[in-house]
């Protein structure tokens, strides 16, 4: 991937990892950031990843549980998943975006040529 210094969302390569879910990713040397779209009353089961993420509700709400754990988040929370800890998110009743970064970089977010 090319060094980029600034980037608009259009310039970003965009994923769709499940129904309702799209993200814009920024992929660098020792991390990733991926700004997600969510829509409403969508539910993202319960999964595990090796690298920690950490995150901030940009707009809307979701109840998220992380390790058994459930808080209700809204604008301007942030969270913190642990590498290898489950997870999983149920957006609420309006359009949702939350900015995810994830350390060290996620490799599995594109196919391999």
Same mark, same amino acid.
């Given at each position: 991937?090319p060094?980029? +210094?600034? =980037?608009?969302?259009r310039d970003l390569?965009e994923?769709?990892?499940g129904p309702?879910? $799209?993200? !814009?990713?920024?992929? &660098?040397d020792?991390? &990733?950031?991926?700004? #997600?779209d969510l829509?409403? !009353?969508i539910?993202?089961e319960?999964?595990?990843?090796d690298?920690?993420? #950490?995150?901030v509700?940009? !707009?809307?709400?979701? %109840?998220m549980?992380i390790a058994?754990e459930? !808080?209700?988040?809204? =604008?301007g929370?942030t969270? $913190?998943?642990? =590498?290898g800890a %489950?997870?999983g998110v $149920?957006v609420?009743e309006?359009p949702?975006?939350?900015?995810d970064? +994830?350390s060290?970089? $996620? &490799?599995d977010?594109?196919a391999?040529s």
């Amino acid at each position: 991937m090319p060094k980029l +210094y600034y =980037a608009s969302p259009r310039d970003l390569p965009e994923i769709t990892p499940g129904p309702g879910t $799209r993200g !814009r990713v920024l992929q &660098t040397d020792n991390a &990733t950031m991926i700004v #997600f779209d969510l829509d409403p !009353r969508i539910v993202i089961e319960s999964h595990k990843h090796d690298v920690e993420q #950490f995150g901030v509700v940009v !707009r809307g709400s979701l %109840a998220m549980v992380i390790a058994g754990e459930q !808080r209700i988040l809204t =604008a301007g929370d942030t969270y $913190r998943i642990p =590498a290898g800890a %489950a997870h999983g998110v $149920r957006v609420f009743e309006e359009p949702t975006q939350v900015i995810d970064v +994830y350390s060290p970089p $996620r &490799t599995d977010l594109f196919a391999r040529s």
